[in-house]
Structures are given as C-alpha cells and as structure tokens.
C-alpha cells in the first residue's frame, strides 16, 4: 500500500508538470501570435508602432500607418 501512494504521487506531479509545461508553451505560443498581429512596423523606416497607441503617423519618419 505504501508503494501504491507513493506512486500516486509521483504520476500526480508529473502530470502537474505537464500541465504546467503546457500552460508555459501556450502561453508562449499567445504572446507570439499577439506580437504579430498588433505590432505594426512602419512601412518606410521598419520601425515597430507600439500595439497600445493610436498613432497614424510613424514617431520616426512621419510615414502614415495606414
Ligand atoms: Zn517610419
């Protein structure tokens, strides 16, 4: 009986960790995705538009966003 928990608890941590590893990996995998969709570059400098702002114009070049 006592192997049987102390297994028990080990498939419990390693299932905690998959999940946490997972958790890890999507999380990662959100902030990718969100990165390429609200960071806009500038078309003519390349320079990055900040995703919270609402600037039309480059803070560069003056290049309008769109
Ligand atoms: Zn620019």
Not at 30 to 41: D, F, I, V
Not at 45 to 54: K, L
Request: proline share 2%; glycine share 4%.
């Amino acid at each position: 009986m006592q192997d049987d928990a102390e297994k028990n608890q080990k498939e419990k941590k390693s299932i905690l960790d998959d999940i946490l590893g997972n958790a890890i990996a999507s999380t990662k995998k959100h902030e990718e995705t969100n990165a390429g969709l609200e960071t806009k570059k500038c078309k003519s400098c390349g320079a990055a538009r900040p995703s919270d702002t609402d600037l039309k114009y480059c803070d560069f070049c003056e290049n309008q966003f769109y």
